[in-house]
Nanobody, 125 residues
Framework: VQLQASGGGSVQAGTSRRLSCTGSGRAFNSYTVAWFRQTPDKEREFMAASSYGVGTTYYSEAVEGRFAIFRDNAKNTVYPQMDILQPEDTAIYYC???????????????????WGQGTLVTVSS
């Protein structure tokens, strides 16, 4: 599957932003789709994921309660809705996909074999 991430931009702290990750090909619902983010001074960090099948959601502690991930398999798209953005949320956001990924590995980037190109979100105070 090929992934196209979009929706990045510059926002003010306290506001919201919705990103999109659209996949090509068939059987999109067989993929767990996750979002990771990275800044120059940190390793890539898991943010949120939607599992294959029923779409169970997973969140990191850093974003739980502020971010929500939605999935539309008819459009082959996964959307993270990011609310109450803070300057520390500034990062390049990447979506990634893995087919029938075991839930124990959802938060680990090395288990994802398809990656989008990244989209930059800048949050100013």
């Amino acid at each position: 599957v090929q992934l196209q991430a979009s929706g990045g931009g510059s926002v003010q702290a306290g506001t919201s932003r919705r990103l999109s990750c659209t996949g090509s090909g068939r059987a999109f619902n067989s993929y767990t789709v996750a979002w990771f983010r990275q800044t120059p001074d940190k390793e890539r960090e898991f943010m949120a994921a939607s599992s294959y099948g029923v779409g169970t959601t997973y969140y990191s502690e850093a974003v739980e309660g502020r971010f929500a991930i939605f999935r539309d398999n008819a459009k082959n798209t996964v959307y993270p809705q990011m609310d109450i953005l803070q300057p520390e949320d500034t990062a390049i956001y990447y979506c990634a996909a893995a087919s029938f990924l075991n839930e124990n590995y959802v938060t680990t980037d090395r288990y994802y074999n398809f990656w989008g190109q990244g989209t930059l979100v800048t949050v100013s105070s």
